[in-house]
């Protein structure tokens, strides 16, 4: 069965970094796309970053465009997240989550994982 475990959050001053990953095991991690989603309090699930399976063709929201920056380690089944430049609005539980297809156009399944939180706050 198809088992994500996202690490890394923590709290972090605004304009602080940080890496998440998200370990994946239980299906063919290299034959997906993977997409990274976060909720805030109160808020909807936002999709934050998609990478195809071979890594190429990322895409990001646009509130994430050249601060986040996702990849890959096909050999090791990880997931990464780099977060840059960070601001309170970007305090959410972040979440991997396997996509239905290879291209980083794919629609993703919704997180069953636990998540990790990051909060940005001075």
């Known amino acids: 069965q198809v088992q994500l475990v996202e690490s890394g959050g923590g709290s972090v001053r605004p304009g602080g970094s940080l890496r998440l990953s998200c370990a994946a095991s239980?299906?063919?991690?290299?034959?997906?796309?993977m997409t990274w989603v976060r909720q805030a309090p109160g808020k909807e699930l936002e999709r934050v970053a998609t990478?195809?399976?071979?890594?190429?063709?990322?895409r990001y929201a646009d509130s994430v465009k050249g601060r986040f920056s996702t990849s890959r380690d096909n050999a090791k089944n990880i997931l990464y997240l780099q977060m840059s430049n960070l601001k309170p609005e970007d305090t959410a539980v972040y979440y991997c989550?396997?996509?239905?297809?290879?291209?980083?156009?794919?629609?993703?399944?919704?997180?069953r994982s636990q998540g990790t939180q990051v909060t940005v706050s001075s």
């Open positions: 990478i195809s399976k071979s890594s190429g063709n990322p």
């Open positions: 239980g299906f063919a991690f290299s034959n997906y796309a």
């Open positions: 989550t396997k996509n239905l297809g290879t291209s980083s156009f794919s629609d993703y399944e919704s997180p």
